[in-house]
């Protein structure tokens, strides 16, 4: 069974989407815990420092990032937890999957962004291809 | 907070990387924050190696990076102008002197007193002035100049996409240096504008006059650097504090900032802070703690010593190209996002902020007026207060204090009222102190000399108490 589930979640609704088949796969054992995992990108944190009045806010502002998605998880009853990582999205999903021995990844299939992922290639596939446990990518 | 062995040694092998990458990355702005400046190189160079190698070891933040910075460098012009390199020396250890004493009183606390509009404004006019100081070194002076620039930006901003591990604006430097020298070009180079030496710095006294006359001269300079210093020093701290999520001590990291410019000035550099930039290249790079910090400083003295005859070959265009880019990154490009978006009052008090620092060519001065801007606008948003009419229920709407009574009591005389019974709501609002509760019992007075009746509902508990300890001087009993 799948107990430990990575959720990868940036706000967006594809993530959301996300949680709705991680919690389908939740939903399979009572012994499920979601860990939804928000990155706090190293391109950004200078800009969301400075529009943070004190660190606190920070948090609450991130926290509210990933609202969409941990209201799901309640409303349907999984239980959860959060986890705010720091650094390249992509590596350190990959880093603390691995670390964690996630038994499987649960990920959006495109993020907020898609000039950057043009550019420098999407989370997703990156995760896909070196994380050790299986990765459903959810459309 | 981490022990101080986990603080030196407990990322060695990353901290040495990202030191070596840091130190590479550190050379073309440490020169070219001297130009600014208006001083040699060296003046740079030497603030950015003893700045970075002292704070390794007296700083409250492990793994940021301070040196020689553009924020500073800008503060420094006028005095290095109209009195020469040896003012400024002087002027650095003084500013070292305040920092620490800011640092000892605890002044790290009034950063929570800087509203987030003018620490964006502080950010936007540093990245336009580092801007608009590159302007001379590269409009009208030749067809070259351009090219070279072009080139050094095109490499900037492509070439980290492919290679990450050099930093690429030391590839453009090594490329175009290169190509100047073979190739005969007609161009600036920093040899034009002051010289290199290839040795450590030493000891020595700054060479001013000790009289009231000197402290007069550079008092001013030093409480501006100070004051900017630490501002950009304390921002860069929160960055690292956030990027790898980790606490840091903001008034050692003010004391140790002093430190090192009072050890600075004695040795010959310029006057320096924490830098957002070569911080943010630190973490990304893998640095973390102290040993970083104390890498990057001492690798970028051996590569002076070692390289620094070719240092002066450096074209200024391609410095140019390089600041441009940082002007770039410093700049916060979410502030348009900003001003469509924050109230008002921020939006304004943000571009009031980089006007003013634009139009004075000094951070401190833009700072501080942008402080008592939001001041201001924090006294007239508290102090306004609205009174809401339903039937012949009246609810308060903001805050009753001395500042806010003559609204209050000029909305009933302005009210006509026929009602013989009103009731007068304050669940919206809280009545502070004395001037409060005597707004109050002159409009209950007033309206009763009407022949109009008014109840008090609503009270909150703190409010009660200042209306109860004044019940016996009231008039209206």
């Known amino acids: 069974m799948y107990k430990n589930i990575l959720l990868a979640a940036d706000g967006s609704n594809n993530a959301l989407r996300a949680a709705n088949e991680a919690i389908k796969i939740a939903s399979l054992s009572n012994e499920s815990v979601i860990d939804i995992v928000y990155v706090a990108d190293y391109e950004k944190t200078k800009e969301d420092v400075l529009h943070a009045s004190s660190a606190d806010e920070l948090m609450i502002e991130r926290r509210k990032k990933i609202q969409n998605v941990e209201k799901a998880l309640k409303d349907n009853n999984v239980s959860y937890k959060v986890t705010i990582l720091h650094g ?52 | 907070m981490q022990s101080l062995k986990q603080q030196w040694f407990g990322n060695v092998r990353g901290d040495i990387l990202s030191g070596i990458v840091v130190a590479l990355a550190l050379i073309p702005e440490a020169i070219a924050f001297s130009i600014i400046a208006g001083v040699d190189p060296m003046v740079g160079l030497y603030a950015s190696f003893c700045v970075a190698v002292i704070i390794a070891f007296v700083g409250g933040r492990p793994g940021m990076i301070s040196a020689a910075t553009g924020a500073m460098a800008l503060l420094m012009v006028p005095l290095v102008r109209d009195h020469g390199v040896e003012y400024l020396l002087a002027a650095t250890i003084l500013t070292g002197i305040i920092q620490i004493l800011f640092g000892i009183f605890k002044v790290a606390k009034i950063m929570k007193f800087i509203p987030n509009a003018v620490m964006i404004g502080f950010v936007n006019a540093l990245a336009i002035l580092i801007f608009m100081a590159q302007v001379p070194h590269f409009i009208g002076i030749s067809n070259m100049t351009y090219v070279f620039v072009a080139i050094t930006l095109v490499i900037v901003y492509t070439l980290p996409r492919f290679v990450k591990a050099i930093p690429a604006p030391l590839v453009a430097l090594v490329i175009l240096t290169a190509v100047a020298m073979f190739s005969g070009f007609e161009l600036r180079t920093i040899g034009d504008l002051g010289n290199i030496t290839q040795s450590l710095p030493s000891f020595l006294i700054p060479n001013v006059p000790f009289n009231f006359e000197t402290l007069q001269i550079i008092l001013p300079y030093s409480l501006a650097l100070a004051i900017v210093g630490l501002l950009e020093s304390l921002l860069t701290a929160q960055i690292v504090d956030d990027m790898t999520g980790t606490a840091s001590n903001k008034n050692k990291e003010a004391r140790g900032q002093g430190i090192a410019n009072v050890v600075t000035g004695f040795f010959g550099g310029m006057a320096a802070c924490a830098m957002i930039g070569q911080s943010v290249i630190n973490i990304k790079s893998g640095g973390r703690g102290r040993l970083s910090s104390l890498v990057a400083g001492s690798f970028l003295m051996f590569l002076i010593i070692v390289l620094g005859d070719l240092v002066v070959k450096i074209p200024m265009s391609v410095l140019v190209g390089i600041m441009i880019m940082v002007s770039i990154g410093t700049f916060d490009w979410s502030s348009f996002k900003y001003l469509a978006k924050a109230p008002r009052t921020d939006a304004i008090v943000m571009l009031a902020t980089v006007i003013i620092v634009v139009y004075t060519h000094d951070l401190s001065i833009g700072v501080l007026a942008g402080v008592l801007l939001s001041a201001i606008f924090f006294v007239v948003k508290i102090s306004t207060l609205k009174v809401e009419r339903k039937n012949s229920h009246y609810i308060v709407k903001g805050q009753l204090f001395f500042a806010s009574t003559d609204g209050f009591i000029d909305y009933f005389k302005s009210t006509d009222i026929n009602e013989k019974e009103i009731t007068i709501d304050f669940s919206n609002s809280r009545i502070w102190d004395d001037s409060g509760v005597a707004a109050l019992s002159k409009v209950k007075d007033m309206l009763r000399d009407e022949g109009i009746e008014a109840k008090v509902i609503g009270l909150d508990t703190s409010s009660q108490k200042v209306v109860q300890q004044l019940d016996g001087i009231s008039s209206s009993h």
């Open chain 1, 88 to 139: 390249l999205p992509g590596p350190e999903i990959i880093k603390y999957a691995n670390e964690r021995k996630m038994d499987i990844v649960v990920i959006g299939s495109r993020g907020l962004n898609s000039l950057q992922e043009m550019v420098i290639g999407s989370v997703s596939h990156k995760v896909m291809k070196r994380v050790y446990c299986p990765v459903l990518i959810v459309k």
